[in-house]
């Protein structure tokens, strides 16, 4: 049993007490509270989705803007839990409307080029390539 002090026999030294403790409490439950709402950070992998199909963002690999060809469409959804899943043209990394290119020289099939924020180009490879790379290493 925990003795108090005996400064907790008078009624302000108690009310200090109570409020420290429910004040602890209280930032307990808030801190356990805001980690509920992170999203990207469960999914295995950064990924946008373009006709049904899934492409791995990969962070490394610019794609220069010479090489950027047609328009192919955009981020209509933006998801922010893996049970979002959904076959429209959605993201767990980049916003709605943000645009989708073909890569000149580069079947659609195998990857795909996503146009950042800030005007570069980023190339993102179709699932299925990059799980056998994966194997591959």
Not at 55 to 75: A, N, R
Not at 98 to 110: D, R, V
Request: charged fraction near 25%; proline fraction near 1%.
């Amino acid at each position: 049993m925990v003795e108090l002090p005996l400064t907790l026999r008078g009624g302000i030294a108690i009310k200090k007490f109570i409020l420290s403790i429910l004040s602890i409490l209280w930032i307990i439950i808030l801190v356990g509270c805001s980690q509920q709402g992170e999203s990207s950070n469960s999914w295995a992998y950064d990924f946008v989705k373009w006709k049904g199909e899934s492409y791995v963002v990969t962070e490394s690999e610019q794609v220069e803007k010479q090489d950027i060809g047609k328009p192919l469409g955009e981020v209509e959804i933006y998801l922010e839990q893996e049970q979002n899943e959904t076959t429209k043209n959605s993201s767990n990394l980049f916003k709605e409307g943000t645009e989708y290119f073909m890569i000149k020289g580069i079947n659609t099939s195998e990857a795909i080029a996503v146009r950042r924020e800030n005007g570069d180009y980023i190339k993102a490879i179709h699932s299925s390539i990059w799980k056998e790379n994966q194997q591959e290493k």
